[in-house]
């Protein structure tokens, strides 16, 4: 079994990565129809891993002392804003 008392940050800046990276892409390439479903399904991926990681991560967080380093805690902060102006942009169309 997974010891989650020790989620590495990578597991956070990899979807804001992907997320980021789709969103330059959409924004370069903004015709191309394969760009945007390509783009819009990595964002719906990375947004789904965000949902399952950052629980998981805050219960880490929480219950271990040695978990809360500064890019654990700056990975943590910004999965929430993303996801929270995910959830905003969803809840507002």
Known sequence: MMNIR??????????????????SVLFAFPSSLLVWQICAWSLVFAALLLVVVLPVTAYSLARNPSARTWPRRIAFVLGVAYTAVLAFGSMSS
């Open 6 to 23: 020790s989620v590495h940050a990578a597991f956070l800046f990899t979807p804001l990565a992907v997320s980021a990276a789709a969103l």
